[in-house]
């Protein structure tokens, strides 16, 4: 089985990145991204591979669902502005590669969980975004962000929507 590390280094030098520099965050905070934002991508099986590859990674890094779920939206019509972003999430990902979800031994049991709402975030379709992560004593062990099946009017409609949804998995959980 490869490691996180070698399959990160293997990405960064697939996609001729391995002298790219850290950043702090996966995408920029105040970024909108939409489906018309610049020119379209030249070659759109490379970023198909490139989100592929990054959507594997969500596997162990609940820290990029979100971004990577959000630029998996353009697959089909990938731009220039959604390549760069991916791109952006590979440096990210290669300035915490060594980042892991740790299961302590000795931890305290319990289950916890958290939930957020970004409402309206997709401009196209006004669709909120909802997300959750729960743990069980040390680490993670179930996580979510997608958006939401209908069209909510305000945030707190979205937050609740959002809780529901958390609620559920806790039950299952």
Not at 19 to 34: A, M, W
Not at 42 to 61: A, C, E, M, V
Not at 164 to 170: L, N
Request: proline share 4%; aromatic share 12%.
């Amino acid at each position: 089985m490869i490691s996180q590390r070698h399959y990160v280094l293997n990405l960064l030098y697939k996609f001729g990145l391995t002298e790219c520099k850290p950043v702090s965050t996966p995408l920029n905070r105040n970024l909108k991204i939409d489906a018309d934002s610049s020119t379209t991508v030249s070659d759109p099986t490379k970023y198909r591979q490139l989100i592929g590859n990054l959507i594997y990674l969500t596997i162990t890094r609940p820290d990029l669902s979100y971004s990577v779920g959000l630029l998996s939206q353009f697959m089909p019509n990938p731009r220039n502005l959604h390549l760069d972003c991916a791109k952006r999430i590979l440096w990210y990902v290669s300035a915490t590669m060594d980042y892991d979800i740790m299961y302590k031994s000795n931890a305290i049991i319990r289950l916890e969980g958290y939930t957020d709402a970004d409402w309206a975030s997709y401009k196209p379709d006004q669709r909120s975004t909802s997300g959750f992560v729960f743990s069980f004593s040390s680490g993670a062990i179930s996580w979510s962000s997608k958006k939401q099946s209908t069209i909510t009017l305000s945030s707190t409609e979205a937050e609740y929507r959002c809780a529901v949804v958390a609620a559920y998995e806790a039950i299952w959980l």
